[in-house]
Antibody
Framework: QVQLQESGPGLVKPSETLSLTCNVP????????WSWIRQPPGKGLEWIGF???????TYNPSLKSRVTISLDASKNQFSLRLSFVTAADTAVYYC?????????WGQGTLVTVSS | SAELTQDPAVSVALGQTVRITCRGD??????ATWYQQRPGQTPVVVMY???YRPSGIPDRFSGSSSGNTASLTITGAQAEDEADYYC???????????FGGGTKLTVL
């Protein structure tokens, strides 16, 4: 079992940048690929993108112009940055580790976009 | 197409069988993965690949696929199966991931 924990501000102002970090178990960063998935309140799941151990990334085309996912193996962390946020970006954001599927999920963190 | 379509809601009587479906062009080339999300909880994989259940998932869950449709079947539904179910797969090019809109299963 892989324990993941998201961290970051729970409130972001419109037009600003949402930044979240996910701490991963020590030594596991090269064993999985790492994703961010979000879920607006009362709605379904949306895949945001993922990063591989060597830094290659793939993003959801609908968010690609605003998203950056990065990985810092030295800190056992991977991160999400989403720029120019609007109320539509209000959601629970999950960090996820994958061996094959989206296997291990963090508890999720609610980020609200509001002034 | 990168879209996966699910029925928004399905209901089943306790102990009966229910099928939850997911439709999309990419399913002709890629298997679906099914996630169960109980209220207030994080999603959990219940079915993946051709018809594989992760350890700990009851054998009343089974999966199948035909053409552009993937199905999750629960044989003898239990009260604890009441949840939202999401299908997930790659897009037709295999480079991106997409979720279906989810199906809310009610066990009566």
């Amino acid at each position: 079992q892989v324990q993941l924990q998201e961290s970051g501000p729970g409130l972001v102002k419109p037009s600003e940048t949402l930044s979240l970090t996910c701490n991963v178990p020590n030594g596991s960063i090269s064993s999985y690929f790492w994703s961010w998935i979000r879920q607006p309140p009362g709605k379904g799941l949306e895949w945001i993108g993922f990063v591989f151990y060597r830094g290659a990334t793939t993003y959801n085309p609908s968010l690609k112009s605003r998203v950056t996912i990065s990985l810092d193996a030295s800190k056992n962390q991977f991160s999400l940055r989403l720029s120019f946020v609007t109320a539509a970006d209000t959601a629970v954001y999950y960090c996820v580790a994958s061996e094959r599927e989206f296997d291990y999920w963090g508890q999720g963190t609610l980020v609200t976009v509001s002034s | 197409s990168a879209e996966l379509t699910q029925d928004p809601a399905v209901s089943v009587a306790l102990g009966q069988t229910v099928r939850i479906t997911c439709r999309g062009d990419s399913l002709r080339n890629y298997f679906a993965t099914w996630y169960q999300q109980r209220p207030g909880q994080t999603p959990v994989v219940v079915m993946y690949g051709q018809n594989y259940r992760p350890s700990g998932i009851p054998d009343r869950f089974s999966g199948s696929s035909s053409g552009n449709t993937a199905s999750l079947t629960i044989t003898g539904a239990q009260a604890e199966d009441e949840a939202d179910y999401y299908c997930n797969s790659r897009d037709s090019n295999g480079n991106l991931w997409v979720f279906g809109g989810g199906t809310k299963l009610t066990v009566l």
